[in-house]
């Protein structure tokens, strides 16, 4: 079988398992919001938690899709990059009682999670995805049936109290890390194939911990910027009203990035190292086919929500949460603008860290670096001058990471360029029909947009955006 195959079954392995674990997850979240008074506390302890794992294994990941026979003993820095951080974060956490136990419960899982890496990176580099799909479904399914379980049995016999909730969702992450273990465990492959292995003469490869200290420096400047708007919620004074619009509307508005993006994004980033490290004319061309293709894909897929989605955000928000009738819709709008660019940021940024070189990554920090400086700026401008609260934390949003875009889409050029092939020419999506019925589309949804007061109305306002899809796929 092909790479192209292999990244294709990959991204299909990863596509399914993304789609039934995130609906599930958001299920259950849409149930629990009404019955638990944790969840503010359980974002919280998601949030440390992912930014243990992000910020410890991330770089070594990358750095080793490159070349795993050359850098296997990088696979276990994980593990110490995270205790380091766990010790860290309990010394300066503020967290007391059941909510340090918690958080205590979730950094174990986190580094029961990193002690897996060198498995991963095996089967990874194997490109079997379906054992890797299989492991962590499992472990999903474990946990959820944790949490529901638990908060069923206390349901039936009181209130669940907040402290509570909180532990049983840490007893959850718990049993996510031990099934996720024992998964990698069984398929695991001897011992000898990811021991620690000396490369003339050496345990690290001075190459392969170059670019992994480019790429840790670059991920903590993205987890800033990730995360840059959950800080200014804080900082800037948003009002508790607006900041849970925001949070909703921002998980929801997620869901397809985490769905869809990310399995297309990893998929793609092991192909492009493959690619980029055999050198060959028919890798390479496998690699711009893959990539031209995508970022078609992200076009086309982002258009729909941004001229059909924006105008049906009251309709869904009224359905799932009984927003309709407050600011979130609004929010969720806008949202629907960034998910296109959510889209092309993923795939292009992929490319340049499975290809580029520790000059163009030292390039790419130096251009964070000002990036961070351009969002406090553009904050300070949309919550403060201009007073748009939630909207204008999406606007930044938006702004940021399209200048992200675009400077990894220019590398990309170039890095074609150079191997005689015409990125842009390959990239032009559709032709002038296609576009119009986009934008009159959008439009005629927008004007059959009256409210959810009155049902036919609302049956009016879906019925003509089903046909108005229809004619675009037509179009297609």
């Not at 049993?175 to 996720?180: A, D, K, T």
């Amino acid at each position: 079988m092909s790479l192209v195959n292999k990244t294709l079954e990959g991204t299909r392995f990863l596509l399914t398992q993304q789609l039934l674990t995130r609906l599930a997850t958001f299920s259950i979240n849409v149930f629990l919001i009404r019955h638990s008074p944790a969840m503010g506390v359980v974002m919280d302890l998601d949030l440390y938690w992912s930014s243990i794992l992000f910020l410890s294994r991330e770089p070594f990941r990358m750095a080793l899709l490159r070349n795993t026979n050359r850098g296997m003993s990088l696979a276990y820095v994980p593990l110490l990059f995270g205790l380091l951080g766990s010790v860290v974060l309990l010394c300066l956490t503020t967290m007391e009682g059941s909510e340090y136990q918690a958080l205590l419960l979730y950094l174990t899982s986190a580094l029961i999670e990193l002690s897996c890496e060198p498995v991963y990176i095996h089967l990874q580099s194997a490109l079997q995805y379906g054992v890797r799909v299989g492991i962590e479904g499992a472990a999903f399914t474990a946990q959820i049936v944790t949490v529901f379980v638990l908060y069923v049995l206390h349901l039936q016999q009181s209130e669940v109290q907040k402290a509570d909730g909180v532990m049983y969702y840490a007893y959850g992450q718990l049993v996510f890390g031990i099934v996720l273990f024992l998964g990698y465990l069984y398929h695991a492959p001897p011992f000898k194939t990811i021991r620690p292995q000396r490369v003339n003469g050496v345990y690290f490869d001075p190459y392969l911990v170059s670019i992994s200290l480019s790429f840790i420096g670059q991920s903590i400047l993205k987890h800033v910027l990730t995360v840059g708007d959950k800080i200014l919620m804080v900082s800037q004074g948003i009002s508790s009203e607006q900041k849970w619009h925001y949070t909703r509307v921002s998980d929801l508005g997620s869901l397809v990035a985490r769905m869809l993006f990310q399995p297309l994004e990893e998929a793609s980033r092991t192909l492009f190292a493959k690619s980029a490290t055999t050198n060959t004319k028919t890798q390479i061309q496998d690699a711009f086919d893959w990539f031209t293709k995508t970022i078609k894909f992200h076009i086309l897929f982002g258009s729909l929500f941004v001229f059909f989605g924006s105008n049906y955000t009251q309709l869904l928000l009224e359905v799932l949460y009984k927003m309709g009738n407050t600011q979130a819709p609004r929010i969720l709008s806008v949202y629907c603008l960034y998910v296109p660019v959510m889209g092309l940021n993923g795939i292009s940024e992929a490319f340049l860290q499975a290809v580029g070189d520790a000059r163009i990554l030292g390039q790419q920090t130096v251009f964070l670096i000002g990036l961070w400086f351009v969002y406090i700026l553009l904050s300070h401008l949309f919550l403060n001058v201009l007073g748009m609260g939630a909207i204008g934390l999406v606007v930044c949003n938006i702004i940021n990471l399209s200048l992200r875009t675009g400077f990894s889409m220019y590398f990309a050029k170039a890095w074609f360029q150079e191997r005689n092939r015409n990125l842009l020419k390959h990239i032009s999506v559709g032709n002038g029909w296609l576009w119009s019925v986009f934008v009159l589309s959008g439009l005629v949804c927008h004007w059959t947009d009256y409210g959810i007061d009155s049902l036919k109305m609302v049956l009016v306002h879906v019925g003509v955006g089903g046909m108005c899809l229809l004619l675009t796929g037509y179009t297609m």
